[in-house]
């Protein structure tokens, strides 16, 4: 979880995961599914949210950039909950995303200095993205997971002891599946 501050415009019901994850989450249950990303206020709103107001702007090509990067993280998600590894599809996303980005080193006079170049303002929200669902690998690709509720399609990052976290929330989705449970043992 991050400490940022949510924008209060954001309608959300997840906020707070890391960055990969939280892109994924401007997507969530209903029907329609709802989009956060429908558009460039939307992708303000997230912007703002997840603590890159200062450094990124909404605009129709960050729109666009974004978006790939959703889908590509997505298509990545899903192949390390289903395989445990990303395919190469799933890779050639994530690649295609990071390869408007790269990360300057320099000797500063601490010591190393790292800066973030992009090519174009518009990639800058979508290589963070990309780059910290690699991070988030790195801590294994088991802790990226999919709320358990089938009605759920959130995502966030099992930082459990044991890793064996279910839900998106516990106090929606879990009781959810309880109180379903229970019902159908009470029936019979």
Avoid at 4 to 18: A, N
Avoid at 37 to 42: A, I
């Amino acid at each position: 979880m991050t400490d940022v501050t949510p924008d209060p415009r954001d309608p959300r019901p997840l906020i707070g995961e890391p960055l990969a994850l939280d892109l994924l989450n401007t997507r969530w249950a209903g029907l329609p599914v709802n989009d956060l990303l429908d558009g460039v206020e939307g992708y303000g709103i997230w912007i703002s949210s997840a603590g890159l107001g200062g450094r990124c702007t909404a605009d129709e090509a960050g729109l666009a950039a974004i978006r790939q990067a959703r889908e590509a993280i997505d298509r990545a998600a899903q192949d390390a909950r289903e395989q445990g590894e990303l395919g190469s599809a799933a890779r050639d996303g994530l690649d295609a995303v990071l390869a408007h980005g790269r990360i300057r080193r320099s000797a500063g006079p601490g010591g190393a200095e790292e800066r973030i170049e992009v090519d174009g303002p518009q990639w800058l929200a979508p290589w963070l993205a990309a780059d910290d669902f690699l991070a988030l690998l790195g801590q294994g690709a088991n802790r990226v997971k999919q709320c358990a509720h089938e009605a759920c399609i959130l995502h966030f990052f099992d930082a459990s002891q044991n890793g064996r976290r279910r839900w998106c929330r516990m106090a929606v989705c879990g009781n959810r599946a309880k109180a379903a449970r229970h019902y159908v043992k009470a029936r019979g």
